[in-house]
């Protein structure tokens, strides 16, 4: 079983920063790929950013130029620095890992979510 853990939201002001990490553990032989979806209240989740094990980056192009993604994978933990952070950035922001397990299925594995609050 794996498990996904985020960290790090919480409020910020218009134009501030904050960092989100996201920790993955359990029996993993590999993942393939860890990222970050969000979802404001009223509207359906979305894709903010990825990335691959080899460090292939993909970003909803609402977010370009001011968030980054990266990842340790020594650690299997991915980081989502988000700067010039706008009030339509507010909602919950959920990490994900996707890969094989050490019994050899495949997983794709969800954490509970946290928050995000730009206030203007």
């Known amino acids: 079983q794996v498990q996904v853990a985020e960290s790090g939201g919480g409020l910020v002001q218009f134009g501030g920063s904050l960092r989100l990490s996201c920790a993955a553990s359990?029996?993993?032989?590999?993942?393939?790929?860890m990222g970050w979806y969000r979802q404001a209240p009223g509207k359906q989740r979305e894709l903010v950013a990825s990335?691959?094990?080899?460090?292939?980056?993909n970003y909803a192009d609402s977010v370009k130029g001011r968030f980054t993604i990266s990842r340790d994978n020594a650690k299997k933990t991915v980081y989502l620095q988000m700067n010039s952070l706008k009030s339509e950035d507010t909602a919950v922001y959920y990490c994900?890992?996707?890969?094989?397990?050490?019994?050899?299925?495949?997983?794709?594995?969800w954490g509970q979510g946290t928050q995000v609050t730009v206030s203007s």
């Open positions: 994900y890992a996707d890969g094989v397990a050490i019994t050899t299925s495949r997983f794709n594995s």
């Open positions: 359990g029996s993993i032989f590999t993942i393939y790929s």
């Open positions: 990335i691959t094990n080899s460090g292939r980056t």
